[in-house]
């Protein structure tokens, strides 16, 4: 996952990649699987000046692929907080 994000803040994509549904594009995650168990971290690379981390997680459900709802909510959430950030610090869009 850091091997990820270095690639993203060095103007690369990792090849696990990918974008997070219902976000448009620039809202990337990646997964990786450790002692049976599933992390996921998303970030973004929206900004010319900046990659966001937005969130990292543990993936509980054993079932479904689905990101949970409560997972995306907090993504949402610090997504607008990533946006103002860089407004704020960066003057751009």
């Given at each position: ?30 997964v990786s699987r450790y002692d049976g168990d599933t992390f996921r971290a998303v970030y973004t690379v929206r900004f ?46």
């Amino acid at each position: 996952m850091g091997f990820a994000i270095y690639q993203a803040q060095t103007g690369f994509r990792h090849r696990d990649a990918k974008s997070l549904k219902g976000f448009g594009s620039g809202v990337l995650e990646v997964v990786s699987r450790y002692d049976g168990d599933t992390f996921r971290a998303v970030y973004t690379v929206r900004f010319e000046a900046a990659v966001y981390v937005l969130h990292a997680f543990q993936k509980k459900a054993k079932r479904s692929v689905t990101t949970p709802k409560r997972e995306l909510d907090v993504v949402r959430q610090r997504l607008r907080a990533a946006e103002r950030h860089y407004r704020d610090t960066h003057g751009g869009d």
